[in-house]
T-cell receptor, first 117, second 114 residues
Framework: GAVVSQHPSRVICKSGTSVKIECRSL??????MFWYRQFPKKSLMLMAT?????????EQGVEKDKFLINHASLTLSTLTVTSAHPEDSSFYIC?????????????FGPGTRLTVL | AQSVTQLDSQVPVFEEAPVELRCNYS??????LFWYVQYPNQGLQLLLK??????LVKGINGFEAEFNKSQTSFHLRKPSVHISDTAEYFC????????????FGAGTRLFVKA
């Protein structure tokens, strides 16, 4: 149980285009989802926390107009990278948490490799 | 504010040898502690977690960790490693019930040699 999927697994796009990444909890309802960015050989950097039906909470230094997060249902959150540039190339990972479990365990998606040319 | 320090960026070890990956944390409140493993180009998988109770926590793949409150440590151990244990390991801390922010350490690259 507690499987999280991400789509696409990798995407290559041209500079200036927008890219949408989907994160789905397949067999549970995720009241909270997290979006991370991971640079090569680095740790995970939390970008934002989203709760179903409300606006995402962005970490300091993360541009909310550039990284649009929507958590429309208890099983789906999307991250849209708008007007992508080469510096946005990275590995993006989502995770989901079940608030009712009370133990803060996060279930991670497999990640999306974004390459902006 | 919470923080997590993983003292070793890389740990090379021979197959079947024991290994310890070190993790220290700082927090002003009670903590939940986690170890996650990441294989190349994949997301993170939970190895084990400490919430309360016994300070020795057993996880998957033969790993265990010990919570030491006085030393604010949560070191990960395995008595005999396999080539397949080669991966990145992350220690993490959070301080509330589900949904609260989790802080990750910088990661330790475990490299198991034949």
């Amino acid at each position: 149980g507690a499987v999280v999927s991400q789509h696409p697994s990798r995407v290559i796009c041209k500079s200036g285009t927008s890219v949408k990444i989907e994160c789905r909890s397949l067999d549970f309802q995720a009241t909270t989802m997290f979006w991370y960015r991971q640079f090569p050989k680095k740790s995970l950097m939390l970008m934002a926390t989203s709760n179903e039906g409300s606006k995402a909470t962005y970490e300091q230094g993360v541009e909310k107009d550039k990284f649009l997060i929507n958590h429309a249902s208890l099983t789906l959150s999307t991250l849209t990278v708008t007007s992508a540039h080469p510096e946005d190339s990275s590995f993006y990972i989502c995770s989901a948490s079940i608030v009712a479990s009370g133990d803060n365990e996060q279930f991670f998606g497999p990640g999306t490799r974004l390459t902006v040319l | 504010a919470q923080s997590v320090t993983q003292l070793d960026s890389q740990v090379p070890v021979f197959e079947e040898a024991p290994v310890e990956l070190r993790c220290n944390y700082s927090s002003s409140v009670s903590v939940y502690l986690f170890w996650y493993v990441q294989y190349p180009n994949q997301g993170l998988q939970l190895l084990l977690k400490y919430l309360s109770g016994s300070t020795l926590v057993k996880g998957i793949n033969g790993f265990e960790a010990e919570f030491n409150k006085s030393q604010t440590s949560f070191h990960l151990r395995k008595p005999s490693v396999h080539i397949s244990d080669t991966a990145e390991y992350f220690c993490a801390v959070s301080d509330g019930p589900g949904g609260f922010k989790t802080i990750f350490g910088a990661g330790t690259r475990l490299f198991v040699k034949a």
